[in-house]
Nanobody
């Protein structure tokens, strides 16, 4: 069993940076792929980034254009999403998810989810 808790969201201005954290518990977490997803009101949940169990395999959504970086610290059982050059269109609830899945897996393939953290980017 894996439990995930996101943190680090907030209200920022266009161009600002945030670092989201996904803190995990569970013996098997370090063997799981972890993905970040986001969902804005009225929109479908979309994949942001994912990192494999050892950090060697990483996938980013095309829309990021180099602005975000995903990383993980298995010693602390934490996955991070560094978000730079934030734009209003990045406004969403950001979720982390874990599972024994490929880094390109969709949301419906993940087994464990956090509660989400709100990111709001003002113009």
């Amino acid at each position: 069993q894996v439990q995930l808790v996101e943190s680090g969201g907030g209200l920022v201005q266009t161009g600002d940076s945030l670092r989201l954290s996904c803190a995990a518990s569970g013996r098997t977490f370090n063997w799981y792929t972890v993905g970040w997803f986001r969902q804005a009101p009225g929109k479908e949940r979309e994949s942001v980034a994912a990192v494999g169990w050892n950090g060697a395999f990483i996938h980013y959504a095309d829309f990021l254009r180099g602005r975000f970086t995903i990383s993980r610290d298995n010693g602390n059982k934490t996955v991070y999403l560094q978000m730079n050059s934030l734009k209003p269109e990045d406004t969403a609830v950001y979720y982390c998810a874990a599972g024994r899945v490929d880094i390109r897996a969709g949301a419906d393939e993940y087994d464990y989810w956090g509660q989400g953290t709100q990111v709001t980017v003002s113009s």
